[in-house]
């Protein structure tokens, strides 16, 4: 079956930065991997999970929430099955858990339909 881990969340003052990971791994995952969109998402406590960043598959096209947008950077290594997402200048509204997603030809990373695959997500904190 396919697993998703992320990884690199921790405790960081506000203005520093942080880069998460996301490994996929699985049969499905190793044949079609470049057919996958991919996005981060984040909840924070009391708050409704939201798309924070993604990569639409077809045209490698990338969405960022308008919180983010000039802060965090999303890429992807398809030789590793490897998401990321860079952030920098880090808020303490930043604070939440983050979670990967993954799903085989997707349309639009903003589409409402559900995504294929979660991770279990790694906490990030913004605290000085």
């Known amino acids: 079956q396919v697993q998703v881990v992320e990884s690199g969340g921790g405790l960081v003052q506000p203005g520093g930065s942080l880069r998460l990971s996301c490994v996929a791994s699985?049969?499905?995952?190793?044949?079609?991997?470049?057919?996958?969109?991919v996005a981060w998402f984040r909840q924070a406590p009391g708050k409704e999970r939201e798309l924070v960043a993604g990569?639409?598959?077809?045209?490698?096209?990338?969405r960022y929430a308008d919180s983010v947008k000039g802060r965090f950077t999303i890429s992807r290594d398809n030789a590793k099955n490897t998401v990321y997402l860079q952030m920098n200048s880090l808020k303490p509204e930043d604070t939440a858990v983050y979670y990967c997603?993954?799903?085989?030809?997707?349309?639009?990373?903003?589409?409402?339909?559900?995504?294929?695959?979660w991770g279990q997500g790694t906490q990030v904190t913004i605290s000085s």
């Open positions: 699985g049969r499905a995952i190793s044949m079609t991997w470049s057919r996958y969109s």
């Open positions: 990569i639409n598959w077809s045209d490698q096209s990338t």
């Open positions: 997603a993954l799903d085989r030809g997707r349309v639009s990373v903003g589409s409402s339909q559900p995504w294929d695959y």
